[in-house]
């Protein structure tokens, strides 16, 4: 039995708080407000995000960040704009050698930093891992049968999540890949946004089907030049969180973007969604990285435009289909950049 601690009481903090419950650990659930903190204690229930689902009264809810103390494991779950924070209010109390397992996903909209980066900056001397995949919290709060994957620096880290997360519904494999993962658990999600305008818009599955294709080459071509190996975007932090994320009403991404599509404003759609869509941040991310490290990502850079200069998603589609001709495997998967 271990003592985890789960910094974050979203969807997935709490999904992750419920599974590692049922594995039979002792388990803090953390709150950034003391108001979140009451609702949930007196409810038992995360109304908001997991109508339904009864957290029990064994998992400890609190506030206090005090509450990092003692733990065997520290798991992050805020947004990945509040990672950084986080990081810097649970430094006071952490000690050397405290494993650090992040779920969030995005990139630092302000550094361009993956959310591994952040922590390893702000909390040096621990040891930083990462997991990701096809994983709505909807169905693992549910016990509906999910893999993910765990990547860390050393193979004894990602071995001990291995086994204090797995269960007969829960699956975890293992990775050395750290940027690999947690990057395309961030790009994919931009994908899903346009995926969500693509539905938006009435396109067909033809449109779609083209669009995630391609959307992993771009995820390839960035992780790559970041120092990521290519066969990672292959697994379930690649084309498996890809798929979920495209296709799935749970993505909050893809809904985000259908409300784009049907002529609703950034600002309207994110806020009729009324969950974080980290699409929006991560295309910002994406975009600055693959300008800086001189990768090709029209996918990207059209969402882009689309989000943040006004360019209709029409006038995307078009640009992106009439781009020069093109070797479809050319500089893809063997890309060096």
């Known amino acids: 039995m271990s003592n985890i601690c789960v910094l974050g009481s979203g969807s997935w903090g709490t999904a992750i708080a419920l599974l590692l419950k049922g594995n039979g650990h002792n388990i803090t659930l953390w709150s950034f407000t003391d108001e979140e903190c009451s609702e949930l204690s007196s409810a038992r229930e995360n109304k908001r995000c997991l109508p339904g689902i009864i957290i029990p009264e064994e998992i400890l809810i609190t506030s206090d960040i005090n509450c990092c103390k003692n733990q065997d494991i520290i798991v992050i779950a805020t947004p990945s704009h509040g990672v950084r924070g986080v990081a810097q209010r649970i430094k006071a109390v952490v000690p050397d050698g405290q494993i650090i397992l992040n779920i969030s996903k995005g990139i630092e909209e302000e550094t361009y930093l ?3 980066q952040v922590l390893k900056e702000e909390l040096p001397n621990c040891k930083i891992a990462v997991m ?6 909807e169905e693992v709060s549910r016990g509906i049968p999910t893999t993910n994957v765990v990547a860390a ?8 999540i291995q086994e204090i997360f797995m269960n007969r519904n829960f699956r975890i494999y293992t990775n050395d890949d750290i940027i690999g993962v947690e990057l395309g658990g ?4 931009v994908i899903a946004l346009c995926c969500g305008i693509l539905d938006g818009l009435g396109c067909g599955d033809n449109t779609k089907a083209a669009l995630m294709t391609r959307g992993l080459v771009e995820m390839t071509r960035l992780g790559v030049a970041m120092g990521a190996k290519a066969e990672t975007f292959s697994g379930l932090s690649g084309i498996g969180d890809l798929i979920v994320t ?25 806020k009729e969604v009324n969950m974080v869509v980290e699409g929006v941040r991560s295309c910002k991310a994406a975009k600055e990285l693959a300008d800086r490290l001189g990768v090709e990502m ?3 850079s059209e969402a882009y435009d689309v989000l943040f200069h006004g360019k209709t998603p029409k006038q995307a589609i078009e ?10 495997t050319e500089q893809c998967f063997l890309n060096t950049i």
């Open 153 to 160: 620096d050393d193979t004894e880290t990602t071995m001990l």
């Open 132 to 137: 990701s995949g096809p994983s709505h919290a």
């Open 246 to 270: 495209c296709t799935s009403m749970h993505s909050r991404n893809r809904r985000a973007g259908i409300l784009i599509g049907q002529g609703k404003s950034v600002d309207e759609a994110q």
């Open 298 to 300: 029209p996918i990207v």
């Open 186 to 189: 961030s790009v994919k999600n």
């Open 319 to 328: 640009n992106l289909m009439m781009r020069t001709k093109k070797h479809e």
């Open 114 to 116: 993956t959310i591994s």
